[in-house]
């Protein structure tokens, strides 16, 4: 089960770091996601099992940052410098497999099995 938190309302230029309890998954790939209104989800970041490789969509890799601590069986998302666009319902995933991914496998949903329901940030002023 994947379970998101850490939501919430934010002015632009403010930060903001999900979380994802990620209990059982310690041994897979991960990625966040995220879904505007009336947009289609969009991969966000991507982390392998063991945190020593990660993955960014263009448009975010100066500002967010991924991690994860498997100890505490949690996946991060630090973001930071939010602006108006950034505002989506965030998700947490991963694939069915564990240490499943390849590189390019990490920017594409239809590579993911278990998907968390997701944790609204909203930028305003």
């Known amino acids: 089960q994947l379970v998101e938190s850490g939501g919430g309302l934010v002015q632009p230029g403010g930060s903001l770091r999900l979380s994802c309890a990620a209990s059982g998954f310690g041994s897979y790939d991960m990625g966040w996601f995220r879904q505007a209104p009336g947009k289609e989800r969009e991969f966000v970041a991507g982390?392998?099992?063991?945190?020593?490789?990660?993955y960014y969509a263009d448009s975010m890799k100066h500002r967010f940052t991924i991690s994860r601590d498997n100890a505490k069986n949690t996946l991060y998302l630090q973001m930071n410098n939010l602006n108006f666009e950034d505002a989506a319902v965030y998700f947490c995933a991963a694939p069915f497999y564990p240490q499943f991914m390849s590189s390019s496998d990490y920017y594409n949903e239809d590579q993911y099995h278990y998907w968390g329901q997701g944790t609204q940030v909203t930028v305003s002023s």
């Open positions: 982390i392998s099992w063991s945190g020593s490789s990660t």
